[in-house]
């Protein structure tokens, strides 16, 4: 079978990158999603049962404030639908956190055994036990980050009161720490780092190459938008068209079996592919990393001088 490996150990300009890293999505992109529905089935369960009550919840809610007793026909009082809602609301953030992180790993270590083995296959059970040798970290890794995102709430906070540069600064930090953060993540994976050395490691490679960071972010953040707005417009064109056809007729959506699983399926779809997304975009900062760690230290290109130098012998 022909090897499509593209090395991704090499200093890479911007445009480079770009090119690398939509070359890797074509070629990867059917087995890495083979990869991520293996081993996200509990976590896919979950978002279904998450999205079924917070679907029930807030149309619940619905009926209720339209209805002056309390109650919407074939509806969950006002109290029951609102505990839904929350209890939907906390269990969705949870199960979304824990998943965000369990697939930045997954991402990571396939493109990680992706780079190991040039291009050529690897099971997909490599990839989860990969995966599982770094959980300990993964778990303290998401720690650290409720710190680092409240102190990025509080700068937010003070650019939204400057006009025009204070938005321009705040989409700058924002996409440098999604870069960050990115590189960080894979070098810890990568390099097998501790927690706090893998965001000194991070850091020391995104700054050194700031612009470059945060323009391929920006860019290819904005490109996989795009593609996911592109996945959802067949899904999105149903639910409106069905959402229409509610309005139009009056259905009870409390009462309709049809409409609760409608909007059910729909909303875990949408949430499936936002965490999909974020595989993505850990793919992104991936393909960085390998180009801004053979910038710093140069490893891969002295390994071949060093062969050549032993050939030539």
């Given at each position: 079978m022909?090897?499509?490996?593209?090395?991704?150990?090499a200093n890479r300009d911007f445009g480079d990158i770009l090119s690398v890293y939509f070359?890797?999505?074509?070629?990867?992109?059917?087995?890495?999603?083979?990869?991520?529905?293996?081993?996200?089935?509990?976590?896919?369960?979950?978002?279904?049962?998450?999205?079924?009550?917070?679907?029930?919840?807030?149309?619940?809610?619905?009926?209720?404030?339209?209805?002056?007793?309390?109650?919407?026909?074939?509806?969950?009082?006002?109290?029951?639908s609102m505990g839904l809602f929350f209890l939907a609301m906390g269990l969705y953030m949870l199960i979304m956190l824990v998943v965000v992180?369990?697939?930045?790993a997954l991402s990571s270590s396939y493109l990680n055994l992706y780079e190991g083995a040039k291009g050529a296959a690897f099971d997909k059970k490599e990839v989860w036990r990969h995966t599982r040798e770094h959980l300990g970290r993964i778990l303290l890794f998401i720690l650290m980050l409720v710190p680092i995102f409240l102190g990025l709430m509080v700068v937010a906070l003070v650019f939204a009161f400057i006009p025009i540069l204070g938005l321009i600064a705040h989409y700058i930090i924002q996409?440098?720490?999604?870069?960050?953060?990115?590189?960080?993540?894979?070098?810890?994976?990568?390099?097998?780092?501790?927690?706090?050395?893998?965001?000194?490691?991070?850091?020391?490679?995104v700054t050194g190459s700031f612009w470059k960071s945060v323009g391929v972010n920006f860019v290819l953040?904005?490109?996989?938008?795009?593609?996911m707005l592109l996945v959802l417009l067949i899904p999105g064109i149903i639910m409106g068209v069905y959402t229409f056809h509610v309005v139009e007729n009056n259905v009870d959506v409390g009462g309709s079996i049809l409409a609760t699983t409608v909007y059910t399926l729909g909303l875990c779809l949408f949430l499936i592919l936002m965490v999909f997304a974020?595989?993505?975009?850990?793919?992104?900062?991936?393909?960085?990393y390998y180009s801004l760690h053979e910038k710093t230290y140069n490893l891969n290109t002295r390994s071949k001088i060093e062969q050549i130098g032993q050939m030539d012998q």
């Open positions: 022909e090897n499509h490996y593209t090395e991704l150990r070359d890797f999505l074509r070629r990867e992109l059917k087995k890495f999603a083979n990869v991520f529905l293996g081993y996200n089935g509990v976590f896919l369960i979950a978002l279904l049962i998450c999205s079924y009550l917070m679907v029930s919840g807030f149309v619940g809610l619905l009926q209720s404030g339209s209805d002056a007793y309390g109650m919407g026909a074939g509806g969950l009082s006002n109290f029951t992180g369990f697939n930045y996409f440098f720490a999604t870069a960050w953060i990115g590189v960080s993540f894979f070098a810890m994976i990568s390099q097998n780092l501790g927690v706090i050395e893998s965001f000194g490691e991070g850091w020391r490679l953040g904005l490109l996989n938008g795009l593609l974020q595989c993505l975009s850990q793919f992104v900062n991936g393909i960085l």
